[in-house]
């Protein structure tokens, strides 16, 4: 089982890559980069690719909408080049609320879009010249769209690796299918490996049907929140504001993914009270609604012979990285929540 983590640098560049040197001394196999509505997530991917030497470096995520698809292929070609084959390309659509409140662009057709862009990065990789003639993507643009001076062009550089891993963030049965068919990874959001063959089994095993053996195995990327000890059991309560701002929040009501995970690991009353709170701005009240089974299901909270259990649960379920969040106040409690994670693991 691999270990990866996605780092807040809200300290600082500086302090954040200091800190990559000693989590990737203690066992970190992949650091992830967020980018939502922060500073982007490329500035410090290659800051990071400097400062280390080992540790694998993903987006997570480049939003699909925010970039053209060949800006995506030469920015993933750009960051593989300078970590040396090191990176893996996270893609995901986000949702309305950032893309269309933060960016201005609309959201629309996200599978569409993805299937093109994954396509377009590929070729881009392969340095074909590029002639694409998607539903959402014109390259070059036609001439009755356009000056009718664009002409095919192919990337100038030799990247390192022609085939730069793609992980997609996906949640919804058809983006989970997709993801099955086209990535050579999956990050899901909440993973109750108990649950999983009910909320995903059908999706994934549709997706698998169509995958390119090329691809290999699909690897699962899943994110639990991590406290090792005899006196964390409270801290499941920490997670609960965090489970209540998606279910609840994230999104109207009829229109919210992760409520409809939710409700697909068997929630359906109790996601129903948590977005009836959230929404009527009760957000404490919305917290306390979240069912103690789902947090300690998706999280890896308590003594060392539980998160044992709980790690082997997770890898009967198919994931082969926990991208976990360590539950600790500083940086010497995170290297060392690693290091013990990483004994287990082992």
Request: glycine share 10%; charged share 25%.
């Amino acid at each position: 089982m691999r270990i990866g983590m996605a780092l807040n640098y809200s300290g600082g560049f500086a302090e954040t890559a200091d800190e990559v040197g000693d989590l990737e001394r203690a066992g970190l196999d992949i650091a992830f980069i967020p980018e939502a509505y922060s500073f982007d997530a490329v500035s410090q991917l290659g800051f990071l690719a400097a400062r280390t030497s080992r540790i694998e470096l993903a987006s997570g995520i480049l939003q699909i909408y925010t970039r053209t698809p060949s800006l995506t292929a030469m920015t993933a070609a750009g960051l593989d080049y300078v970590s040396n084959g090191r990176f893996v390309l996270g893609l995901g659509a986000s949702g309305p609320q950032v893309i269309e409140g933060f960016h201005g662009v609309r959201y629309d057709a996200p599978l569409g879009r993805t299937r093109e862009i994954i396509d377009i990065c590929r070729a881009v990789w392969r340095r074909e010249k590029l002639e694409y003639q998607g539903k959402y993507y014109q390259i070059p643009l036609p001439a009755d769209r356009g000056t009718g001076l664009g002409k095919p062009l192919k990337l100038i550089n030799h990247p390192v690796r022609e085939r730069i891993p793609v992980i997609l963030a996906s949640l919804g049965p058809k983006n989970v299918e997709l993801t099955a068919e086209i990535a050579e990874g999956w990050q899901p959001i909440f993973f109750y490996p108990e649950k999983a063959q009910t909320a995903w089994g059908e999706p994934l095993a549709k997706g698998k049907a169509k995958r390119d053996p090329s691809l290999g195995e699909l690897q699962i990327y899943v994110s639990p929140a991590l406290a090792i000890g005899e006196d964390v059991d409270h801290m499941h309560e920490w997670i609960k504001p965090h489970l209540a701002l998606y279910i609840g929040g994230m999104g109207a009501r009829g229109k919210n993914f992760y409520n409809d995970l939710a409700c697909r690991y068997g929630f359906e009353s109790e996601a129903a009270k948590i977005q009836d709170l959230y929404l009527d701005g009760k957000k404490d009240a919305a917290a306390a609604a979240v069912p103690n089974e789902l947090v300690r299901a998706v999280s890896l909270i308590g003594p060392e012979s539980h998160v044992r259990e709980r790690v082997a649960a997770f890898a009967e379920a198919g994931v082969t990285t926990l991208n976990v969040m360590p539950m600790a106040q500083d940086r010497a409690g995170r290297v060392a929540l690693i290091e013990k994670l990483r004994s287990i693991c082992d």
